[in-house]
């Protein structure tokens, strides 16, 4: 019996990851939702980081920022989702800022390892995912 509560994955541990996908991810639609703005209006001018196109650059940065967030909000295909969300900061910290200082890539290496944490983790039963 004690061996079994001591196995049981405590409420706080999901409750903990919901918290971490809704904050973390709500923050970075406020980076997705500006370039997703200027899709939809038709400005694709975008830097072309590893040589994409400016356009599918913006795009893939849209899907992964904007879209993707709103799937791990969710807790809907998360582990994908984090996935398109962790190559985008990888990008982001180690060639769009790769000469900048820490200090300037510091928020795209928080949210790599914010993803790379949930993918390991994965959503927690708080998730659509686990309906």
Request: proline share 4%.
């Amino acid at each position: 019996m004690l061996k079994k509560l001591r196995s049981a994955t405590p409420i706080s541990l999901d409750l903990g990851l919901l918290i971490l996908r809704f904050f973390s991810f709500g923050f970075m639609l406020t980076h997705g939702w500006p370039k997703f703005q200027k899709m939809v209006v038709g400005n694709f001018e975008f830097s072309d980081p590893v040589g994409l196109g400016s356009g599918l650059s913006l795009g893939l940065a849209v899907f992964a920022e904007f879209f993707c967030s709103i799937l791990i909000i969710l807790g809907l295909f998360t582990r994908t989702a984090l996935i398109f969300n962790a190559v985008t900061m990888l990008v982001a910290a180690f060639v769009v800022h790769a000469s900048d200082p820490f200090k300037i890539k510091e928020m795209s290496l928080i949210y790599l390892v914010i993803s790379v944490a949930l993918i390991l983790t994965g959503p927690g039963k708080y998730a659509l995912d686990k309906k």
